[in-house]
Structures are given as structure tokens and as C-alpha cells.
């Protein structure tokens, strides 16, 4: 989740409803400008007893973010608590219950991607080894409870941690007890936008199916492949989901800005602090009529801040965020934006893949968003077969689509080499949570604590 630094309280006043539309608008790239930016959280644990360090403790959150100054990472800090780091891969942030975050610079190619990934884990695994902490690359916390997870002294999670309860079940879940791989990807035109859009929200249920790594809850197998992505289905019902309107004709900047207009508010940024809002209407702080700052109209920061409060499976900001796969280890890491860079980068592939999806119903994409976190690639697809007949097809259309982008590293290969993890699991028909529970049924012997020595990274 996004780390303000400053309230902006000079950046433009809210004066009418076109404004709202400016930052999408604004993302709107020539194709030569097109970059990768690629999110991903990992699990931290003490190597001693597999606890989650608290922010506070010796060796804990605090003093890992710390360590990694010595690598050029300068900090930044909320309250007097060093809460993320900035440098030139990007930033390393905080998750609500202490997961590391890597939100990755906006790169050309894979190549720089894998690389930038590579950095970080190398990185990280320098300061867990003086500290004592490893890092487990899962979807899903496989055996801790929410009461045994710390909470990180960020205050937009305090507002949020307040609220989940009040609009979904699992709301906390998804804060303390989860991670993901995510991409965020341009578009040259309103119209590029909602073609990337439509796809890659269709093809969604896939990603979660492929990356699909969060089978166990709190010690056990939960029945499920993603849980994580199981998790979101109540958690908040106002900000989630597969969004019907995108496939619906008109869509664009316009009808997006006024689903986020419905959407409530969690919070306002002033003078480095969050005021609580949660459950309140943008639509009445663009009045001047906000309860909590009675008479002020919003900036442009507000807007953005609140773009980034809602999650669907698709997000629109000023680029399209892919928010479907479980967190995994370091070749998943580098297969997410591959899979999505193939598919979305190349217009050839984004049209096979948009010809795939199209005449899907939204009844049958909603069934098979709720079945593909059980089901994997077995959930059923609108109109007849299976998830498992079109994977192969797409991973293919993905690699089409990297080889036609023709970047190359210093050894000569293209980008299609960082499908191979998808390539596998089509292959095998196994997606990486089918592996654990084998594991876990075969020689750990139901003994989950045996998933710690897993290198996941």
C-alpha cells in the first residue's frame, strides 16, 4: 500500500468533476514510454522460533529497515517511526502486520525486472542473516492467527484495521495475514486502457489459478488453493471485485471515476498525519460538506490517495494494476509481469487474448472468479471447459507477445524465458499449492512447521 510523505496542501483544489478524470488521462503513454513496475510481498519470521517480529523488538521490523540503509535506501518516517525506504529500485514499505514490501521503479523490460528482484532478495537476505530472520514467499500466513501478528505503527492501518470489521468478515485477514505479486502497466489512449482492461480482468481468475500458493490457514489445509484470493470475496464489498461496468459500452475514465465516487473514503492525509473517514463520501468532500474537515474541498493528492483505496482484481490509477497472483518465490516473481507484459505490450497478443475472453457473459466471470481460488485450474470457464483448457493458450499468447517485443539481455535472450514457471505448471497441470499440499500429505507428514525450511528465496 502507497506511503505518503507530505499533505500536498499546495497541489490543486477539487473545483469540479472533469479534474477527476486528470490522472488517468495523465497515464496515457506513446508506446516507446511503456515501463514495468512490479510489486511484491514477502512473509518475515525469526529464524529462531518462526515468530513475526514486532516493529519494536531488537531485531525486529524496525532495525531490518534500518540494515538496509547501508545498501543507499534513505528513510521515511510517519510519527517519528521509520515506516519505508526510498531509493532507485523503487520503495520498500510495511504491510499492516510487518510483510516487506518491494514497489519496484517503472522499468523498460524483464530483464531490468529480474534483476531489480534480485537485488532486493539479496538484500534482505544479507540483513535477515545478521538479524536472524528469513522470509517465506507464500499467499498466505500457513499457521499464524490474526492475534499472534504484530501491527505496524502506519496510521492509514489503524483507520483501516477499525473499519474491516464493519464491512466484511475477512478484511482482516487480508491485512495481517497476506501477500501478493502484483504489475502495474501503461496504456497509450483511453481505448488501449479499456481493451487492457477488459482482458486482463477477464483473464484475472487465470493469474490466481497459475500463482495460486496459500493453501493452509493457522496450521492446516483450508480447502482452498488461494485463500488469499478467497479472502477478498468478503472483505469489502464496495471496493472489490470483477466490476461489471468495465465490460459495459462507454466505459472509460469517466464511468471509473464515478465508481470511485461511490466508493467510501478511509481516511484524509493532513500535516503527516490520517484523519479517519472511513465510511464517509467523496462525493460530500467535493461539496465542502466532509464531516471531519468541515469546509475544506479535496486536492488533487486526496483523489489520488483515495484512488488507491479501492481493490479490485483490475485497478486504474494512472496505470493498470494486475492484482490476481498469490506471493511466491523468486521465479514467480519475475513470471507475473511476464505473463501480463506478453499478453497487454503487444498488440498482436492483446487482441488473441481479448478474442479468448469477449464473449464471456459476466454471470460466467463472476462463477469463475468465486471458483478459481478452490478450484485452481479446474474452475470452470464461461460457456463450457475448464480454466486448464485455455492456460496453455494464453501462456503461449504471452510468449508470442515477449518475443515480439524483441528486448534482449547481454547473453542474447529474449524475455520469454521468465514464462517458464507457467510454462511448468501447464505442463504438469500442478499449480505451486497442489505441490505444498503433496508435501504436506506425503514426507512432512501433516508437520507444516517443515514448511520453513523451504527456500522460497
Known sequence: MSTREVSDREDPVIENLSQLAEPMAAGE??????????????????????HAPSYTEKGGIRDLLGELTQFGWTPIEEGGNVIALKGADGNVSLEPAGQ?????APLENLHQTCAETGRHLSEVKQVGEKLGK?????????????????????GR??????????????????????????????????ADMVQKFRTSLALQPLATALFANS????????????????????????????LPFVFEDGFGYERYVEYMLDVPMYFVFRDGKYIDAAGLSFRDFLKGELSVLPGEKPRLSDWQDHLSTAFPE???KSFLEM??????????ICALPALWVGLLYDQSALDAAWDLVKDWDMEGREALRSAAPKLGLDAPLPGGGTLRDIAGEVVDIARSGLAA??????????ETGYLEPLAEIVKTGKVPAQRLLDLYNGEWGGDLSKVYALKTF
Not at 483507520?159 to 495475514?177: E, F, Q, T
Not at 482452498?224 to 471496493?239: G, K, V
Not at 517485443?405 to 529474449?414: K, P
Request: charged letters at 25%; hydrophobic letters at 30%; a neutral charge.
Open 157 to 190: 492501518y489503524g483507520i483501516m484495521l477499525n473499519h474491516m470489521p464493519r464491512v466484511g468478515s475477512m478484511g482482516l485477514d487480508m491485512m495481517l495475514r497476506t501477500c501478493t505479486i502484483q504489475v502495474n502497466l501503461d496504456y497509450s489512449s483511453e
Open 405 to 414: 517485443r524483441g528486448h534482449l539481455n547481454s547473453a542474447g535472450d529474449n
Open 314 to 316: 483490475v485497478r486504474l
Open 215 to 242: 493453501p493452509f490457514t493457522e496450521g492446516k489445509p483450508n480447502g482452498y488453493l488461494s485463500y488469499r484470493s478467497h479472502i477478498w470475496s468478503d472483505t469489502d464489498p464496495h471496493r472489490t471485485g470483477m
Open 323 to 332: 492484482r490476481g497472483a498469490d506471493g511466491g518465490p523468486w521465479g514467480r
Open 100 to 104: 516487506l514490501e518491494l514497489s519496484g
Open 29 to 50: 503513454k506513446p508506446r516507446e514510454a511503456w515501463r514495468i513496475g512490479t510489486e511484491h510481498e514477502k512473509f518475515v519470521y525469526d529464524t529462531a522460533d518462526h
Open 134 to 154: 528469513a522470509y517465506l514467499g507464500l499467499g498466505m500466513w500457513p499457521d499464524k492467527t490474526r492475534e499472534e501478528l504484530p501491527i505496524m505503527p502506519k
